[in-house]
Nanobody, 123 residues
Framework: QVQLVESGGGLVQPGGSLRLSCAASGRTFSSYAMGWFRQAPGKEREFVAAIRSSSIIRYYADSVKGRFTISRDNAKNTVYLQMNSLKPEDTAVYYC????????????????WGQGTQVTVSS
């Protein structure tokens, strides 16, 4: 089992940048595929980005392609989400998620979730 703790959220103006971090417990972080999801008020949770254990294969939602970058540092048990050119519609609670890479599903199903961090994009 893995525990996930997100950080880095906050208030930013449109066009600005933020970097979210997700620290994972345990010694097998490098074996996990990691993902970021978000949920805006009154909306369902949606996929944002994911990275496989190899760090080579990455996935992005169309709405964030070219603006967001997911990366990981296995030595630090941490996955990051660099968010640039932020828009008001990016406002949401952002969640980190994990699943053993050997159980990867193209349905983007994850087994472990963090508590979320709020991102607000507003002038």
């Amino acid at each position: 089992q893995v525990q996930l703790v997100e950080s880095g959220g906050g208030l930013v103006q449109p066009g600005g940048s933020l970097r979210l971090s997700c620290a994972a417990s345990g010694r097998t972080f490098s074996s996990y595929a990691m993902g970021w999801f978000r949920q805006a008020p009154g909306k369902e949770r949606e996929f944002v980005a994911a990275i496989r254990s190899s760090s080579i294969i990455r996935y992005y939602a169309d709405s964030v392609k070219g603006r967001f970058t997911i990366s990981r540092d296995n030595a630090k048990n941490t996955v990051y989400l660099q968010m640039n050119s932020l828009k008001p519609e990016d406002t949401a609670v952002y969640y980190c998620a994990a699943r053993f890479d050997s159980r990867w599903s193209n349905n983007l199903e994850f087994d472990y979730w963090g508590q979320g961090t709020q991102v607000t994009v507003s002038s």
